[in-house]
């Protein structure tokens, strides 16, 4: 991970999809990291072992101002908001943040990628350019 955390075309990216792959607490902690990450609106964490301490270190990360979405599911973390039930329209009845995420918004501040209207949009009649 840190050889490709320095790759400086990385700055072109406004959605990085890394779904799959291995990277773990420690491989995210050094991308989030990254210098190169500043346009980046989208990122795809599904299946990518991550776990609290991943999470801390995404919240944390000062190199992620344009972030409006990240996929964490099938990881050992919930912290990002997701939606319960089903209204006649198929939006969710309910949108929750889990604990993990309250705390990383307690600790860090408003975050996009944890914001409850956001969950509230992206569970209702998803508008993806607004990603």
Do not use: K
Request: with cysteine; charged share 20%.
């Amino acid at each position: 991970m840190p050889e490709i955390a320095a790759v400086s075309c990385l700055d072109r990216l406004v959605a990085l999809d890394l779904r799959g792959n291995p990277i773990g607490d420690d491989g995210l902690s050094i991308l989030v990291n990254s210098p190169h990450l500043g346009r980046l609106r989208w990122l795809g964490l599904a299946r990518c072992g991550i776990g609290p301490a991943g999470a801390e270190a995404l919240a944390a990360s000062s190199h992620l101002p344009a972030l409006r979405f990240v996929d964490l599911r099938r990881n050992p973390v919930e912290v990002t908001p997701r939606g319960y039930g089903q209204d006649i329209d198929g939006s969710p009845t309910e949108v929750e943040l889990p604990p993990l995420g309250q705390e990383l918004v307690a600790r860090y501040g408003p975050l996009p990628w944890l914001d409850l209207q956001w969950g509230w949009r992206l569970y209702s009649t998803a508008l993806w350019d607004e990603v």
